[in-house]
């Protein structure tokens, strides 16, 4: 079974910047593409951004311009480098991998912002 493990959440104060990183416990063939999710307390997890396995690259307006995803298909890694964080960036971030007929999702991370 293969999961994804997270890291690189915590506390920052607005202006701020973290780094997530996420990597298989195993390597995933053909994977279609990689992304991170958020959901903050009482919403709806929400697409962040996304990588393809060609490199296309697609981000929620909100982090437009200050979140810039990276992956490596071969390593089955993703990481999200978030700059100028905001206080509306306050979730529980998650990891997703994506093959033709499944699914994987990490156990996600907390990231807050506030000063």
């Known amino acids: 079974q293969v999961q994804l493990v997270e890291s690189g959440g915590g506390l920052v104060q607005p202006g701020g910047s973290l780094r997530l990183s996420c990597a298989a416990s195993?390597?995933?063939?053909?994977?279609?593409?990689m992304g991170w999710y958020r959901q903050a307390p009482g919403k709806q997890r929400e697409l962040v951004a996304l990588?393809?396995?060609?490199?296309?690259?697609n981000y929620a307006d909100s982090v437009k311009g200050r979140f810039t995803i990276s992956g490596d298909t071969a390593k089955s890694t993703v990481s999200l480098q978030m700059n100028d964080l905001k206080p509306e960036d306050t979730a529980v971030y998650y990891c997703?991998?994506?093959?033709?007929?499944?699914?994987?999702w990490g156990q996600g991370t907390q990231v807050t912002v506030s000063s």
């Open positions: 195993r390597s995933i063939s053909s994977i279609n593409s």
């Open positions: 990588i393809t396995g060609g490199g296309y690259s």
């Open positions: 997703n991998v994506r093959i033709l007929l499944r699914t994987y």
